[in-house]
Nanobody
Framework: QVQLVESGGGLAQPGGSLRLSCVAS????????MSWYRQAPGKEREKVAT????????IYVDSVKGRFTASRDNAKNTVYLQMNSLKPEDTAVYYC??????????WGRGTQVTVSS
């Protein structure tokens, strides 16, 4: 069965950094793009970044461009989100996402990121 397990969230000060990880299992990780989403309190879930299956192309939402870097290690079945220059508006629960088919979408349980002084 497909499992996605995020880690690395926590409390950071404005301007600080955090690195999120998502370990995947139950499917052929190297064959699928992986995405990071986030959901802030009272807001809809938004896509933050998508990494192609080989990691060669990454798409970011405008609000994180130049600050966040997504990557993956197919040997470790892991996708990462390096978050630098964090802002209070980055506070959210961050989710790992795998879309294996149109109706085959999987989510991790999420990891809380709080940016506050």
């Amino acid at each position: 069965q497909v499992q996605l397990v995020e880690s690395g969230g926590g409390l950071a000060q404005p301007g600080g950094s955090l690195r999120l990880s998502c370990v995947a299992s139950g499917f052929t990780f190297r064959s699928y793009p992986m995405s990071w989403y986030r959901q802030a309190p009272g807001k809809e879930r938004e896509k933050v970044a998508t990494v192609t299956s080989d990691g060669g192309s990454i798409i970011y939402v405008d609000s994180v461009k130049g600050r966040f870097t997504a990557s993956r290690d197919n040997a470790k079945n892991t996708v990462y989100l390096q978050m630098n220059s964090l802002k209070p508006e980055d506070t959210a629960v961050y989710y790992c996402n795998a879309r294996l088919a149109i109706l085959s979408i999987y989510w991790g349980r999420g990891t809380q990121v709080t940016v506050s002084s």
